[in-house]
């Protein structure tokens, strides 16, 4: 009885919150059923599964959250500058150097990088360990960048959102005003309830990221990766020594489920390396490594994955020939 | 006589339309920042919203200098600009953003200024936490510009 009450009266207080900011001939109340429902009849209907930047943003942001729910965040101020000076300089040569771009850490001994949609790069303390100069970080982070910047997210953004529409889940979210209503599905925030699209597509990007993406699109993101650290002055072998270096310590005793999560999320491994081999063929020699700012940027951050796996076995590569 | 009417409203009409000069560009995406210097990590100056009409000053390297209706001046991706006329409009996701999102020049790069992702993860019980610290923890336009001047291959070049 007293659930039904509150029920009523959060049905009651919408339509008039809802009347009083759209003048009362925004939202009528079969929205307000259709939302209680998760589904909005008008959204339904011809619903556009375009993508823009600030849903895309918000996408990312969303995206990070779920990230920092499986990786504990390295807040290691100086070492994230760091990081994120070298992926803005690769970033300012991408396809849209005009989004904003963050870069974190994550406080992993595991190797792997995320990008996700709108901006945001996180990469592991442990695939930091296993690099040795700053050319190889902006190969990496030109690899992750180019995700972003070739909107990889979106066609899966847009293909949730189909599936949802197809479903008849509603895509607005309703304005109710400050404070929480009972009997409303979805997040509120700041009086906003989050659209149960919304929500889907962003479990959709969370899935992708985790996941990872095709092997076509691993290959595209390693194609501008390339191109865009070369452009921002680095040596272009850089990403081919990370590749290298996964390669070749992944066998190494005790080391090898640190890499498991790398070789899911990032399918191909040794033909992507063979591809930047020949990328390098013709590819204009110099470019720098930067490899002392890096040694001192690291400190003792990644340290503890760097030491050596066996006693005069090193984590880190020796200097490829090219 | 209606031929006359006819006539004299379209040269009414020619004479008082806003002439568009050559420099004039349209915005042809929902809300794009104008910044400071070219790069996306420069300050923002201003927010143009679809539809608006920019004067471009001059262009380097992709980025257009533009003077604003507010008579604000900075730089803008010239992808982001279209020469002809773009009409002011709106994206479905920004038409269900809060009202000061929605219908003001609140920075693109905002996006809805955490709001639904806020939502979210509230909704999944994860920490927003992560993108608080991350995005309050990056290097400014200034620290960036220094960081690109120096080739790196002395020790302590980063801090």
């Known amino acids: 009885m007293k659930a039904r009450a509150y029920s009523t009266l959060a049905l009651l207080l919408a339509l008039v919150l809802v009347g009083c900011q759209s003048g009362g001939g925004g939202i009528t109340p079969g929205q307000i059923f259709g939302g209680m429902m998760g589904v909005n009849p008008s959204d339904v209907r011809g619903a556009s599964t375009d993508i823009d930047e600030p849903e895309e943003i918000e996408l990312g942001r969303s995206v990070a959250t779920a990230l920092g729910s499986r990786y504990k965040l390295l807040r290691d101020d100086a070492l994230t500058r760091y990081v994120a000076l070298v992926g803005n300089a690769v970033a300012l040569q991408s396809d849209r150097p005009d989004l904003k771009y963050y870069f974190g850490v994550l406080d992993s001994d595991e190797i792997n990088a995320f990008a996700a949609p709108g901006g945001y790069v996180f990469i592991t303390r442990g695939t930091l360990a296993v690099m040795r100069d700053e050319a190889t970080l902006a190969g990496v982070l030109g690899h992750e960048v180019g995700h972003i910047a070739l909107r990889h997210h979106v066609e899966t953004i847009k293909d949730q959102k189909k599936a949802a529409v197809s479903k008849g889940i509603g895509t607005t979210a309703l304005q109710i005003g400050s404070g929480f209503i009972p009997g409303i599905g979805g997040a509120v925030t700041s009086g906003v309830v989050n659209s149960p699209l919304m929500n889907l597509a962003a479990d959709g990007v969370v899935n992708l990221t985790l996941k990872g993406f095709s092997r076509a699109e691993e290959e595209q993101a390693d194609m501008v990766g390339f191109k865009y650290a070369t452009r921002a002055g680095y040596d272009p072998a850089g990403l081919r020594d990370f590749l290298k270096a996964v390669q070749d310590t992944s066998g190494q005793p005790g080391k090898t489920g640190l890499f498991t999560k790398w070789g899911s999320t990032h399918p191909g491994g040794p033909e992507r390396l063979k591809e930047q081999e020949n990328q390098l063929k013709t590819a204009q020699a110099g470019g720098r490594r930067a490899a002392a700012r890096f040694e001192t940027a690291m400190g003792t951050a990644a340290k503890p994955a760097a030491q050596p796996a066996s006693p005069g076995q090193p984590a880190r590569p020796a200097q490829p020939t090219r | ?159």
Not at chain 2, 57 to 81: C, F, H, N, P, Q
């Open chain 2, 1 to 159: 006589m209606k031929r006359t009417t006819i006539a004299i409203s379209l040269l009414v009409g020619v004479v008082t339309a806003p002439m568009a000069a050559e420099t004039t560009r349209w915005v042809e995406r929902t809300k794009v920042d104008i910044r400071a210097g070219r790069g996306s990590f420069y300050e923002i100056v201003d927010t143009v919203l679809k539809g608006e009409q920019v004067e471009i000053l001059k262009t380097e390297d992709k980025w257009a200098s533009v003077k604003t209706a507010r008579a604000k001046t900075g730089w803008v991706y010239e992808a982001a600009l279209k020469a002809t006329p773009v009409q002011p409009g709106t994206s479905d996701f920004l038409k269900s953003a809060p009202g000061d999102t929605a219908t003001s020049r609140t920075a693109a790069s905002q996006g809805a200024k955490g709001v639904y992702a806020q939502g979210y993860a509230k909704e999944k019980g994860y920490d927003y936490g992560i993108v608080t610290w991350v995005e309050s923890h990056q290097p400014d336009g200034p620290q960036i510009e220094t960081f690109l001047k120096d080739p790196g291959e002395k020790s302590g070049g980063a801090k």
